[in-house]
């Protein structure tokens, strides 16, 4: 779509320049076609195996899509833990022009609000929220992240042999939260006997306090392990240490970190959300919307790890959870 909007841009320059009939000497030329520029502001690094990288991933690939940097500039600022900075990156993209500036975090909202009607003609976009803030150039991200949640949390109840499984959550709020009540209502649909413990660090990047979470709930007896945020490293980290506690992933495909012991990982895809915003802007429509990643849409999706054995009946019984939240037979209440 947008090789053939560019396609059609360089031909409307041509005829306009060939209608002026240029003299013997001159050769006509085209209109320079404008690169489209995008920044995003991020909390964590673009290699967190989690929120950040989801979405640098997803920029990477349609910018690949749209034939390469020549067409798509990407410009991005890592590591943004505190708001003041990330807003101070905000306005700083807003102000060299870029196209679209995208706040990758829960926390930037507030940033966006205030900073958003300096800058009419720039599209702004911040997750995982639903509020535009009635903002005709901001749009609103999320994830129905309690979708995969159930998911991992049918495969985990008929994998768990001690019947406690352990989960690590940063603080309790967003993605983070429905993820984990998700999980918790999947597992319960097999087996309400089954004790999930729960801790919530009050942390999204402090990754000693997710490994000593996830130290505790393995000496209490869990054999499976999830949790979110881009701290999980440390959970992930922790179960490898013991060599036999199994991992459910979100956000992003997480088997490479333990490839014996990542089960599956739900897995976001910003790709396709990202292509209707840049088309809305060219467009004319800088924002006024939502999006929300779910199954059926194909932004959410369930990546089963390939170097784990996973029993068929396992792996068809999440397969079943996934057609049927898909087709809406099962409603996974966030």
């Not at 502001?41 to 020549?70: C, H, K, R, Y």
């Not at 004790?195 to 942390?203: A, C, H, P, R």
């Amino acid at each position: 779509m947008f090789k053939r909007l560019i396609v059609v841009l360089v031909f409307v320059a041509i005829l306009v320049t060939a209608c002026t009939s240029p003299t013997a000497t001159e050769a006509p030329t085209a209109a320079p076609v404008k690169t489209f520029r995008i920044a995003v502001i991020m909390p964590s690094a673009i290699t967190d195996m989690a929120f950040s990288q989801s979405m640098w991933n997803a920029l990477v690939a349609v910018q690949t899509e749209m034939g390469g940097e020549t067409a798509l500039e990407l410009k991005y600022s890592e590591g943004m833990f505190k708001v003041p900075d990330a807003a101070a990156a905000i306005r700083d993209y807003a102000s060299q022009g870029f196209d679209i500036v995208i706040a990758h975090g829960s926390q930037y909202g507030s940033s966006v609000q205030e900073i958003a009607p300096d800058f009419p003609d720039v599209t702004f976009a911040w997750g995982t929220d639903v509020n535009t803030f009635g903002m005709p150039n901001v749009y609103a991200y999320t994830a129905a992240a309690e979708e995969g949640g159930y998911v991992n949390g049918v495969l985990a109840a008929m994998l768990t042999k001690s019947k406690t499984i352990g989960v690590t959550g940063p603080v309790e709020v967003g993605d983070a939260k429905t993820y984990i009540d998700g999980f918790v209502q999947g597992v319960e649909s097999v087996d309400a006997t089954i004790n999930v413990s729960k801790t919530w660090t009050g942390s999204f990047s402090d990754v000693a306090l997710m490994t000593e979470a996830a130290k505790t709930h393995i000496a209490a007896g869990a054999d499976i392990l999830t949790g979110s945020s881009q701290s999980v490293v440390g959970s992930i980290g922790a179960a490898k240490e013991n060599g036999s506690v199994l991992w459910f992933g979100t956000q992003q495909d997480q088997a490479s970190l333990a490839p014996d012991l990542v089960v599956a990982s739900q897995v976001y895809d910003w790709t396709g959300m990202i292509k209707e915003i840049i088309a809305k802007h060219l467009a004319g429509t800088l924002g006024g919307e939502t999006y929300i990643l779910q199954l059926k849409n194909g932004g959410l999706k369930i990546a089963f790890n390939p170097g784990y054995a996973l029993p068929a009946e396992v792996k068809a019984a999440g397969e079943k959870a996934i057609e049927d939240i898909t087709a809406g037979t099962i409603v996974v209440n966030p």
